[in-house]
C-alpha cells in the first residue's frame, strides 16, 4: 500500500487479511469446548460465526460481533476490527477480498446451487467494493465426492456443466473447486485455488464429515485493519 502525501486529506485504505486454519489451530466448530479461545489465537477481535444452514442469506456486519451466531451462509463488512468467519469440513470455505472490503461464505452443493457466492459478491458491491478476489480454502475434491446424478443436475442447472468430475474409482462426482470458480465467474470473480487441498485425503492436515464423519471443522476467516 503506498502512503498517502504529506498533508493530504484522502482517505487511509484498510488492509484485508484471510486464514485457512487447519487441525494444527484446533477444532472451530461454533459448540466446541474452549473455541472463543482458538479464536482469539488467530484474530483476536469480536468474530460474527454463523450457523450454517446451506441456503443463500448473506449478512452485513456493520460493527464488530454484529449477527454473531445468526442463521446465514455468508457475511461481509467493511469495518476495521470486525472479523467474519465460516466453517467447514468438506464444503467449500470461500474468501472475498477487496478495497476496503472483505467477506466469507460457506458454499456446500445446496448453497452453490442456491447462489450463495453471487450473494456475497453482490453484499460486497453494495458496501463499495470494486475489484474482488476470491480464494478458495480446503474443501473435498471430486477425487472423493461421489455424487448422486438428481443432486448433480440441480448444481449443473445453477452454475455449469463443468460441475461434473470423477472419483478416483471412476464414479459420478462433485467437483467442488469447479462449481465454486464457475459460480464465481458468473459475476466477473476469478478464484485463486492455490490454498485448496482434499479434505478427504489429506488425513494429518484436515477435518473430513463426508469420509471419517468428524465432527470438527476448519474455517476461513477474513478481517480489515
Do not use: K, N
Request: glycine letters at 8%; charged letters at 15%.
Amino acid at each position: 500500500m503506498v502512503p498517502a502525501p504529506a498533508g493530504s486529506t484522502a482517505p487511509r485504505r484498510a488492509t484485508p487479511h484471510h486464514r485457512f486454519t487447519s487441525r494444527r489451530e484446533g477444532d472451530l466448530a461454533i459448540s466446541s469446548p474452549g473455541v472463543e479461545g482458538r479464536r482469539a489465537a488467530i484474530v483476536a477481535a469480536p468474530w460474527t460465526w454463523l450457523r450454517q444452514v446451506h441456503g443463500a442469506r448473506v449478512v452485513t456486519v456493520r460493527a464488530p460481533g454484529e449477527h454473531a451466531g445468526a442463521e446465514a451462509d455468508a457475511a461481509v463488512t467493511s469495518v476495521v476490527g470486525a472479523v467474519v468467519a465460516v466453517q467447514a469440513a468438506d464444503c467449500a470455505p470461500v474468501v472475498l477480498l477487496a478495497d476496503d472490503v472483505v467477506g466469507v461464505a460457506h458454499a456446500g452443493w445446496r448453497g452453490l446451487a442456491a447462489g450463495v457466492l453471487p450473494a456475497t459478491v453482490r453484499a460486497m458491491r453494495s458496501l463499495g467494493a470494486s475489484e474482488v478476489h476470491a480464494l478458495l480454502g480446503p474443501c473435498i475434491h471430486p477425487c472423493c465426492y461421489e455424487f448422486g446424478s438428481a443432486a448433480l443436475a440441480s448444481v449443473s442447472a445453477a452454475v455449469g456443466a463443468t460441475v461434473a468430475g470423477t472419483t478416483t474409482s471412476g464414479e459420478l462426482a462433485l467437483d467442488v473447486p469447479a462449481a465454486v470458480s464457475a459460480s464465481l465467474a458468473a459475476v466477473d470473480v476469478e478464484l485463486d485455488t492455490s490454498a485448496t487441498r482434499c479434505t478427504s485425503c489429506e488425513v494429518d492436515r484436515h477435518w473430513s464429515h463426508r469420509a471419517r464423519a468428524e465432527p470438527e471443522r476448519q474455517a476461513g476467516v477474513a478481517w480489515l485493519t
